[in-house]
């Protein structure tokens, strides 16, 4: 299984650019990356998902490296509603969910006015 | 699109007792389900995949006798936690996936409390 190591907690401010980074060294070839966002007793909500280089969209990028052994989600401007949890998955698309379905303990962030 | 919902969102039992939580896909089939668990503080943990018409997958450590899932239509699981005792209060979230289409849509969870 493609472990997934995330800082347990991070702080920033309010319209600060913030990058959570999560380490995969045991990614394989084969799995794609993705970032969810959880709030206190709600489901845990996508937010991206990537395989190489970098994507983008209306809330998120996500810079993966040419070894992809990490990533980085980047969030733009946060606000205070960005307070939560941020978990990092690992796992292949081609219906193995064995690995996609093991949560870290996800990065909690912490934004502050 | 891709709505899954639960129910209840949450619930109070008295020891001993069962519940049944349900999970629904809205606007999509889905052909496997999953159920989570998570404790305060604490990141989800996988407890069973389910696939319609079929018998669950339990991970290890989850008793599949106190923890009954169904999985009869495309559209909806259920899980029942069967005498039910305070260590088993806990948030409990489903996720279902479609047959093409990688991403797990997650469910809102039911916070289950057992007196």
């Known amino acids: 299984l493609a472990k997934t190591t995330q800082p347990i907690s991070m702080d920033s401010y309010e319209g600060q650019e913030v990058n959570i980074t999560c380490s995969h060294n045991n990614i394989a070839t084969n799995d794609y990356i993705t970032w969810y966002q959880q709030f206190p007793s709600q489901g845990p909500r996508f937010i991206i998902q990537?395989?190489?280089t970098k994507v983008t969209n209306e809330v998120a990028s996500l810079f993966i490296p040419a070894d992809r052994k990490s990533s980085t989600l980047s969030l733009p401007r946060v606000s205070l509603s960005d307070t939560a949890v941020y978990y990092c998955l690992v796992g292949d698309q081609g219906g193995n969910a064995g690995n996609m379905l093991t949560f870290g303990g996800g990065t909690r962030l912490m934004v502050k006015p | 699109g891709a709505v899954v919902s639960q129910h209840p969102s949450r619930v109070i039992c008295k020891s001993g007792t069962s519940v049944k939580i349900e999970c629904r896909s809205l606007d999509f089939q889905a052909t496997t389900m999953f159920w989570y668990r998570q404790f305060p503080k604490q990141s989800l943990m996988l407890m069973a995949t389910s696939n319609e018409g079929s018998k669950a997958t339990y991970e290890q450590g989850v008793e599949k006798d106190k923890f009954l899932i169904n999985h009869a239509s495309l559209t909806l699981s259920t899980l029942t936690v069967t005498s039910a005792h305070p260590e088993d209060s806990s948030f409990y979230i489903c996720?279902?996936?479609?047959?093409?289409?990688?991403?797990?849509?997650f469910g809102p969870g039911t916070r289950l409390t057992v007196l």
């Open positions: 996720s279902a996936r479609r047959e093409t289409v990688y991403e797990q849509f």
């Open positions: 990537g395989y190489k």
